[in-house]
């Protein structure tokens, strides 16, 4: 197994468990992406739900990408960050009243609509405001993400966006409706698609609904593709970033575009999923009958995802070079789920050895809770620890 680097001699001085983040392959990573949307004029909108992160959430305003949002707080997160409020998107199926005038005081970009009642209330607080909101309708176009059960989003029996069948009459109603403007349609499939197969019968099914809006006298400014491209969790090290370029390019090959629209993406966990780390200190080495158990004093309170969704994260001892020996790797929380890996293969454990857990970067920090009353770890960069990088 090939090993991260990281600076260790510093790792020992900081009060465990804390995030750390990669700064090179950060910008490595957006530099990446920036190429591939200007070769096709494209647009991103970076997922803040992944991280938000304000260093980070700052790096990447400042190479001047969008956000997508889907709470109010990330709205006011997005603005703190310096993110421009004409590349703001907000998503959700439940926006509150005060989320949706938060995002009309702000002027933001589109408020992607996952339902009739919804629309309905946008444009009533649209009017009281004096103000004509634009949207886009998230279409719910049935496309199996083939992905795990609790991040598929695009399926029919899903409780995210409008079923494609009931497209007519979602149109029908925006042309009785004063206070809003349509602009596009939007899509989201799901999370952790390593399949680019699921976003061909994406672009597919795309442009058939575009057709139909056509053929009722509709052009549409935008089509908002979301996200979902996933990341190698296995091996992080040598896939470090993902293929945006066969993901875009799958895009341009089969999105009917029409001259003058814009075409949008949500991207999050593969902006930065591997770019952070989760570091933990052993605690304990339990030795059972059957089993031994390396104890870290970091867990799910810090990456929920192997105990929420099964997942794996790839983890390192970063401070031994022993023979591995078989561990379950597991935190102290008071709970069964509390679980990293279980008869992984790590080299061998010893009491104060740092572990590494790799491509936390998406949904490690953002998911982070204070269960058992445990505090919020604090979070480190790279480039202000000698910008090491980690691969």
């Not at 444009?123 to 199996?144: H, Q």
């Not at 935190?331 to 790799?358: K, Q």
């Amino acid at each position: 197994m090939i090993k991260g680097i990281f600076p260790v001699e510093t790792f020992k001085k900081l009060q465990t468990p804390f995030y750390y983040y990669d700064v090179s392959l950060l910008k490595d990573t957006l530099s990446l992406i920036k190429t591939e949307l200007k070769q096709y004029g494209y647009h991103l909108h970076y997922a803040i739900k992944a991280n938000a992160n304000p260093h980070i959430l700052a790096l990447i305003a400042k190479n001047g990408m969008g956000a997508d949002c889907v709470s109010g707080g990330e709205i006011q997160a997005a603005l703190d960050a310096g993110f421009d409020p004409a590349k703001i998107v907000f998503a959700g199926v439940g926006k509150a009243d005060w989320e949706i005038n938060l995002g009309l005081e702000n002027d933001i970009a589109s408020f992607n609509v996952e339902s009739l009642v919804e629309l309905q209330v946008i444009d009533a607080l649209a009017k009281e405001a004096g103000k004509k909101a634009p949207i886009s309708l998230r279409i719910n176009p049935n496309v199996d993400a083939h992905t795990h059960a609790k991040i598929t989003t695009g399926l029919q029996e899903n409780k995210f966006g409008i079923n494609y069948e009931l497209l007519d009459d979602i149109l029908d109603e925006t042309k009785k409706l004063k206070n809003i403007n349509l602009i596009g349609l939007h899509f989201h499939i799901g999370s952790q698609i390593t399949d680019l197969a699921a976003f061909r019968d994406l672009c597919i099914r795309s442009n058939d609904l575009q057709d139909a809006c056509e053929k009722r006298g509709i052009k549409l400014k935008n089509m908002n593709f979301g996200g979902g491209l996933g990341i190698n969790y296995q091996h992080p090290n040598h896939l470090c970033i993902p293929e945006f370029e066969n993901y875009f390019a799958l895009f341009n090959k089969l999105v009917k575009q029409r001259s003058g629209q814009q075409i949008h993406f949500e991207l999050g966990r593969s902006v930065v999923g591997q770019c952070g780390s989760l570091i933990s200190k052993v605690l304990y080495v339990k030795k059972g009958i059957t089993k031994q158990f390396a104890i870290l004093d970091a867990g799910f309170t810090e990456l929920l995802r192997p105990a929420f969704y099964d997942a794996f994260h790839l983890a390192e001892n970063i401070t031994s070079d022993e023979p591995p020996q078989k561990y379950d790797i597991v935190g102290p929380i008071c709970e069964s789920s509390d679980v990293f890996l279980r008869d992984f293969m790590l080299n061998e454990v010893r009491r104060n050895d740092l572990i590494a857990i790799r491509s936390a970067g998406a949904y490690g920090e953002s998911m982070a809770s204070q269960y058992n009353c445990r505090p919020l770890p604090k979070s480190y960069f790279s480039d202000e620890l000698k910008d090491v990088k980690l691969y």
